[in-house]
């Protein structure tokens, strides 16, 4: 362990250009744009792991003071010691300080390799965020206090194998301002959801809340004992929520009766009556790309405050990678979001005036899903959650007043729509569609009333959600024997528009607008007859964002972020007491990373695979000369921003 931390010492930065013809993990994803200031370096926490493991650390900044920062940035680097079973399975890793998520994410050190070699001589795992508005739980804040926090890797790892050895260290980086690069505007206080353990000392411990039952909740009661207060003077509030859908899901193994199996994504997932009525649309776990579960194929997290609902968190749909044969769909490349679950912002300023009134108040996240109690039961939703809540107060006033007007989203419960026109020809085969759609629109409204007068704060949102699987299956006899054919193709899109005004006395003076956007789609094919089977698995996972700022009719600020993948496995096998063999007739894949905004930054990034290789690397494409430039002020990684380097009412 000594040997390796060293060895990071000496080498904590991030690869130049990946070369064509490596096999270590690759990315197209740029790092965190930083200020010309040079920065104070305080380590943060040392990991050493076997597979899961957890512990804790002291943290104090003393030698980097109270700032004021311009920018911190959480980098994290790691190095492989062994990875005993040669495969390259990601190890969910998080890390808290005192109960405030910083990281959740994944380690995903090899490419095909058994051990990798050291840092200095190969990629070995870097990863980066942008922490600034956490400074009020970072920033040094006197001589006798010692922040604690803790971490935990393989936690949340649903299908048990053996996991790699490992250490890493994380570091902050604090830079100051400039003349040129100010200070943001960042919230007065960061505070977690579902944290425990609450010491003497006024610290906490950070949780990964296991939500895989639809009525398991993440969840914090504030004001109350054992738990932080709320300021009295809330002008603004947040909710980052981290979700990484959970592969659990529920897999029939009679009308009445199931099992939970760790393999399958949500969205593949069938409405139970019609997987019970019709058993030839699933599939076994060995082919569970294509799954084999039941319960529907709708999932997104709910944000509510004191069980009124607050606000919609739409799910990212990740394709578990829980074995050695899901992860080699992608490898080298990575899938969006597999090194860093990124946050989604909800805001809950309407209710700013309701979380200052000192009384309790319980802010919760949970899961909901469209699985329906029926011929089995299922309760499983699956997912792992984190939370903080970011506060902006009035510091020139010790309480505000105000009330919630308006919430549309507590009369539209999530309860989509599904309809099947999947049906059973003369032939025996199964053609047809089941569609799962859902569309929201909702404003929630609310004031706070304190020094600079009354501030009104409409959130208004559009939410849709769009799945559709389609289905070919066929059955047919090779003489004696049966030969299967099976076909589906999953398109999904799930989008969120927002629209958020604030009105300073009755005049508006901010505007902000964001799109989200998770498109995916699959293709499966199986061929199985009593010699040969053929596996085709195709994915498309994309990641669009676009913000906007305006005020006085004019636009502060825009940009828009595209990280867009694809992959492809073909293999054919042949099967015992035959000719046994394995043919990979096709393996390759692609990455393409752009970044543009107002302020001058472009970043274009683009990488394909072949062969469980690099192919080809090429950056800058489309930008000016050829060189991607990136503002030390943007989050081209798609992370919540609150733009505090831009005024606000």
């Known amino acids: 362990m000594s040997v390796l931390l060293a060895c990071l010492a000496c080498n904590l930065s991030a690869a130049d250009a990946p070369v064509p013809g490596t096999d270590f993990i690759v990315r197209a994803d740029p790092l965190v744009p930083r200020p010309s200031s040079t920065p104070c370096t305080e380590q943060l926490a040392e990991v050493a792991a076997i597979g899961e493991s957890q512990g804790s650390f002291n943290y104090s900044p003393y030698h980097c003071g109270v700032g004021p ?42 490419g095909n390799h058994d051990v990798i070699a050291p840092c200095y001589e190969a990629y070995c795992g870097h990863v980066e965020r942008d922490v600034t508005d956490y400074a009020s739980v970072l920033r040094w804040q006197g001589p006798v206090q010692r922040g604690g926090g803790n971490w935990s890797a393989g936690l949340g790892n649903e299908k048990t194998h053996t996991g790699p050895s490992f250490v890493g260290i994380a570091r902050l980086k604090y ?34 809340a296991d939500l895989r039952s639809t009525s398991d909740r993440l969840a914090t009661s504030f004001n109350t004992s054992g738990q932080a207060s709320l300021p009295r003077n809330i002008e603004r509030a947040y909710l980052d929520v981290t979700v990484r859908p959970s592969a659990y899901n529920y897999v029939p193994t009679s009308p009445t009766t199931g099992r939970l199996d760790a393999n399958d994504p949500w969205y593949s997932c069938l409405p139970a009556p019609l997987a019970v009525v019709l ?45 050695e044969r899901d992860a080699q769909l992608w490898r080298p490349a990575l899938q969006p979001q597999e090194l860093l679950y990124v946050p989604h912002r909800v805001d809950l300023s309407p209710f700013a005036a309701r979380l200052s009134d000192g009384a309790p108040h319980t802010i919760a996240v949970r899961i909901a899903s469209n699985s329906r109690p029926g011929l089995t039961n299922n309760p499983v939703a699956g997912a792992w959650a984190s939370a903080n809540l970011l506060l902006y107060q009035d510091r020139r006033v010790k309480q505000v007043t105000g009330m919630l007007t308006r919430n549309d989203l507590a009369g539209q419960p999530p309860l989509p729509s599904q309809r099947s026109t999947v049906a059973l020809d003369r032939q025996g085969h199964l053609r047809g569609s089941v569609v799962t759609a859902l569309q929201r629109h909702f404003v929630i409204d609310g004031y706070v009333n304190g020094s600079k007068g009354r501030i009104r704060h409409r959130v208004e949102r559009w939410v849709n959600f769009d799945n559709t699987q389609d289905f070919d299956v066929s059955s047919e006899k090779v003489g004696t024997q049966p030969r299967r054919i099976f076909e ?26 964001t799109n989200y956007g998770y498109p995916a789609s699959s293709y499966y094919y199986l061929w199985h007859d009593p010699t040969v089977e053929r596996e085709i698995r195709k994915f498309r996972q994309d990641v669009g964002l676009q913000r906007v700022r305006r005020a006085n009719g004019s636009t502060l600020y825009s940009a828009v972020t595209q990280n867009l993948t694809g992959a492809t496995l073909d293999v054919t096998t042949g099967l015992f007491p035959y000719r046994v063999f394995t043919k990979v007739n096709d393996r390759g894949g692609w990455q393409t990373f752009r970044f543009n905004d107002s302020v001058g930054s472009c970043y274009d990034a683009m990488l394909t695979t072949r062969d469980g290789k690099l192919a080809t690397w090429a950056t800058g494409g489309n930008c000016t000369d050829g060189q991607n430039r990136l503002s030390w002020q943007s989050r081209p990684d798609g992370s919540p921003d609150a733009l505090g380097w831009l005024p606000y009412p």
Not at 284 to 300: L, M, S, V
Not at 493 to 513: P, W
């Open 69 to 110: 920062w311009a920018k911190i940035v959480l980098e994290m680097d790691f190095v492989l010691e062994e990875d005993r079973v040669g495969n390259s399975v990601p190890l969910p890793l998080n890390l808290w300080l005192n109960g405030v998520n910083l990281y959740s994410g994944s380690i995903a050190l090899t």
């Open 279 to 323: 058993p030839r649309l699933l599939l076994d776990d060995k082919h569970n790309f294509a799954a084999q579960c039941i319960g529907g194929a709708f999932r997104e997290a709910e944000v509510s405050i004191d069980e009124q609902p607050a606000g919609v968190v739409p799910l990212y749909p990740a394709y578990p990678t829980t074995s």
């Open 175 to 208: 830079y100051p301002r400039t003349v040129t690069e100010p200070l943001p505007s960042v919230p007065d206080a960061v505070l977690p959801l579902g944290a425990g353990n609450f010491f003497s000392g006024g610290y906490f411990t950070g949780v990964l």
């Open 488 to 513: 589906k193709t999953i398109t999904q899109h799930s989008t969120e528009t927002g629209k958020t005004r604030t009105y300073l006395n009755g005049v508006l003076a901010n505007e902000h607008i």
